[in-house]
């Protein structure tokens, strides 16, 4: 449970990460504000039938609401192997950013 366990971790446990990077899954919108200090980076593929876009999307626009520093990257031709994303230089930057 991958995307969904990133943001159940992170909601349970907080004070424990620095960034998130939830990718392909979904979690409880009503409990984002307890994200909301934290940065997030969601991932998704618009082709995903696995873990539909709008799980992601509930989280995002969640945090949104919450006023959270929050970003989403959408892969239009993507399905649910999103291993790609692991390839991205600016994720590791973007990690970098972040203390706790």
Not at 11 to 37: D, H, M, S, W
Not at 54 to 61: D, G
């Amino acid at each position: 449970m991958g995307g969904y366990g990133a943001w159940d971790l992170a909601i349970k446990y907080p004070e424990r990460f620095a960034a998130l990077v939830p990718i392909c899954g979904g979690g409880t919108p009503e409990k984002a504000q307890i994200l909301k200090n934290t940065p997030v980076w969601a991932f998704h593929g618009a082709k995903d039938d696995i873990v539909p876009l709008h799980e992601t999307l509930n989280m995002v626009e969640a945090l949104k609401q919450c006023e959270g520093n929050v970003k989403l990257s959408i892969y239009p031709d993507a399905g649910h192997d999103l291993t790609e994303t692991y390839n991205n230089p600016m994720l590791y930057d973007w990690f970098l950013q972040h203390t706790r």
